[in-house]
C-alpha cells in the first residue's frame, strides 16, 4: 500500500531521517517503535506531508507520487491523527469534521446530511461519537474517535496513528483496538506508533524498529518478544520490572484532610484526606477523570480549594501562591506538559529554570547568572539523555518524549520536599522509563515525599508504597501494591467494593 524508499530529512544539523526505507502492505497493522528522537514522527508527517524530505521516494499502490503537503495526501487516501489532537473545542464533532474537509462557504453546508453521515459513519464500526456533541464536553478517549471519524470521512484508506493510545485508560484502550481491528477487517491499513510493547504484540501484525533516525529491524510480531524488542529498540538488555527495597517512611510531609475542590462539572474532588511521608511513594489509582487531576493541581496551587486544610509540614498552604509552594519545596510534573510543563518557543535553557527564575542562584534579583543557568541546564541534558544537547533549541522542537525528559529533569534537580508526578512516563520511551522509575526511587530513597498519579495501572503498583484508590472523587479504599491484584483494584477503580475475606 505504502512503501517509503531512502528517505532522508534534516532539521537544521539534526538528522531526524537517515535512509529510512520500509513496506507498508496493504490490509495490515504496522507498528512502529523506537526511542524518543528516533524519527518515527517525521517518518510518518512525511508521508502525510506534514514534512518534505530531503531525498528519497513514495510509492502508494506501486506508483510513485509527489506528496507536497497533507491535501496531496488526503487525495491518495492517507490520513493521520497526530501525537496533540487538533480539534477545536468550542466547536461541534460535526463541525470538527467538516470544516476543512469540505472547503468553500460553511454557510452552504447541509448540515443535517452531514451529521448524518458522520453518524452512518460511526454507527459502522460502532464508535459512539455524537456528531452534535461539543469537543470539550468528550472524553479524551471520544476525542480520540473523533479523530478517526474525521480521517474516515476523508476516506482515508491508509490512516497513521502517532501514539493513540498515550491518553487512553485501559477500557479505552481495549475499545480503541477492536475498531482498528474492525477497520483492517474491512480493508484498510493502519500504521501506529507506540511505545507500549504489550500493546504492539496485542494488535499488530508487522513491527519497525528505529533508532537514531535509521531503520533498524523489521520483524512480524508473531515471531518476536517484549525483550526481544526492546533490546532492539534500546540497543542493551532493559530492565522491563521495577526493582526497590521497602520504604522506610519518616515524617509526614504532606497532610491533606478532609478537602474538597469543584472542577469543571462540579464537585471533583469531596471531603478527602490522606498523609505522605518523607521517603515514600503514595500511588493514586483511579480511572482518569475521577477527580486525580484536581487533587495533584489544588496541592500545587493551581486550582482553589473549596474547603478543608492543605498542610506542609504541618504549615497550612492552601491560600498560598504556585510561587510560594514552590518556594517551600513543592516539585510538580504537570500531565498536559504543553499546557503547564513548558514554554515551547523558548529554549531548553529558559525552559530549565522556569519557576526559579526569578531567585538565587539562577537570578540575583536584577540580573540571570548565565554561568549557572548553563550548568543546570548541562546536567539536566546529561542527566536525563535530553537529545539533541543543544541548549539553545526551542523546546518545541524537541520530540514528544525529550520534551516530558526536560520537565522531569527540571523537576529533579530543585530537590523538592515533596513531588506531585502526574503521568510521569507518557509518550516516553521504554529505555527512558526504566530511567525515570530508577530516579523517583532514589529520590524516595532521599527522603522526597512523591504522591503520585498514573493512568497505568502497572506503573502505579510497581512504583507505590502505598495506593489510595479514587473514584468520583472520594477515596474508597487503601490496598499494598505488593499483594493487591490488579483485578481487585480494577474493580474498586470502577465502584465496586474491596472483596473483604478469602474468595
Ligand atoms: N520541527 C522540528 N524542528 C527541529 N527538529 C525537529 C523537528 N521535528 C523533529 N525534530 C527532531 O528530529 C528528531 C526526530 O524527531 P521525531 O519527533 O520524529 O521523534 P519520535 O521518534 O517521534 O520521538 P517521540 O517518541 O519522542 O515522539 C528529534 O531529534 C527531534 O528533536
Ligand atoms: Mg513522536
Known amino acids: 500500500m505504502l512503501e517509503l524508499k531512502n528517505i532522508t ?60 503537503n497533507p491535501h496531496d495526501a488526503i487525495a491518495l487516501g492517507i490520513g493521520m491523527v497526530h501525537q496533540h489532537f487538533m480539534l477545536v473545542d468550542t466547536m461541534t464533532v460535526g463541525e470538527n469534521i467538516i470544516l476543512g474537509a469540505e472547503g468553500g462557504n460553511p454557510a452552504s453546508i447541509d448540515w443535517k446530511k452531514a451529521n448524518d453521515s458522520i453518524l452512518a459513519l460511526s454507527n459502522e464500526l460502532r ?28 476516506e482515508a ?30 480493508g484498510k491499513t493502519i500504521v501506529i506508533i507506540t511505545h507500549k510493547l504489550e500493546e504492539v504484540l496485542a494488535i499488530s501484525d508487522d513491527v519497525t524498529v528505529m533508532r537514531d533516525g535509521k531503520v533498524v529491524g523489521n520483524v512480524k510480531t508473531a515471531e518476536t518478544t517484549k525483550e526481544d524488542l526492546a533490546r532492539m529498540i534500546v540497543g542493551r538488555d532493559v530492565l522491563l520490572r521495577v526493582e526497590k527495597t521497602d520504604a522506610n517512611p519518616g515524617d509526614a510531609v504532606l497532610s491533606v484532610e478532609n478537602l474538597s475542590v469543584t472542577g469543571k462539572h462540579g464537585e471533583a474532588l469531596s471531603g478527602v484526606s490522606f498523609k505522605v511521608q518523607g521517603g515514600e511513594i503514595v500511588g493514586i489509582a483511579g480511572i482518569e477523570g475521577n477527580g486525580q487531576t484536581e487533587l495533584i493541581e489544588a496541592i500545587a496551587g ?94 518545541k522542537s524537541l520530540s514528544g518524549g525529550n520534551q516530558q525528559k526536560l520537565i522531569i529533569g527540571r ?39 512523591v504522591l503520585l498519579v498514573s493512568a497505568e495501572l502497572e506503573e502505579v503498583t510497581a512504583l507505590a508504597d502505598r495506593l489510595l484508590v479514587i473514584y468520583k472523587g472520594k477515596f474508597v479504599g487503601e490496598v499494598d501494591p505488593k499483594v493487591a491484584s490488579n483485578e481487585e483494584i480494577g474493580l474498586m477503580m470502577t465502584g465496586g467494593k474491596k472483596q473483604q475475606g478469602g474468595n
Request: cysteine-free; hydrophobic content about 40%; charged content about 25%.
Open 127 to 154: 464508535l459512539g461519537v455524537n456528531p452534535k456533541a461539543l469537543i470539550e464536553d468528550l472524553s479524551v478517549g471520544a476525542q480520540q474517535r473523533v479523530e478517526l471519524l474525521k480521517a474516515l470521512y476523508r
Open 411 to 449: 523537576e529533579f534537580e530543585l530537590n523538592p520536599k515533596l513531588l506531585l508526578v502526574s503521568q510521569p512516563t507518557r509518550g516516553v520511551d521504554i529505555g527512558a522509563i526504566e530511567f525515570i522509575h530508577r530516579k523517583l526511587i532514589a529520590l524516595r530513597d532521599a527522603g522526597t515525599a
Open 302 to 395: 493551581l486550582i482553589p480549594v473549596e474547603s478543608g486544610s492543605i498542610k506542609l509540614y504541618g504549615r497550612e498552604i492552601s491560600k498560598l501562591s504556585v510561587r510560594k509552594r514552590t518556594e517551600l519545596g513543592i516539585g510538580h510534573i504537570p500531565e498536559d506538559r504543553h499546557r503547564r510543563g513548558l514554554l515551547l518557543n523558548s529554549d531548553l535553557e529558559e525552559n530549565a529554570i522556569l519557576g526559579v527564575h526569578y531567585r538565587a542562584p539562577v537570578s540575583s534579583g536584577v540580573f540571570l547568572n548565565s554561568s549557572v543557568i548553563e550548568k543546570r541546564t548541562r546536567e539536566i541534558i546529561e542527566n536525563f539523555d535530553i537529545r539533541p544537547p543543544n541548549p539553545q533549541l526551542a523546546a
Open 157 to 186: 484508506k491508509l490512516l497513521i496513528l502517532d501514539e493513540p493510545t498515550a491518553v487512553l485508560t485501559p477500557q479505552e484502550v481495549e475499545d480503541f483496538f477492536n475498531i482498528l481491528r474492525r477497520m483492517r477487517e474491512q
Open 9 to 68: 530529512k534534516t532539521f537544521g544539523n539534526v538528522t531526524a531521517n537517515n535512509d529510512v526505507s520500509m513496506k507498508i502492505e496493504k490490509g495490515t497493522i504496522h507498528a512502529i517503535v523506537g526511542e524518543n528522537g528516533a524519527g518515527k514522527s517525521t517518518i510518518m508527517r512525511i508521508a502525510y506531508g506534514f514534512y518534505r524530505a530531503d531525498s528519497g521516494e513514495i510509492l502508494v499502490d506501486g506508483k510513485h507520487v509527489n506528496i507536497r
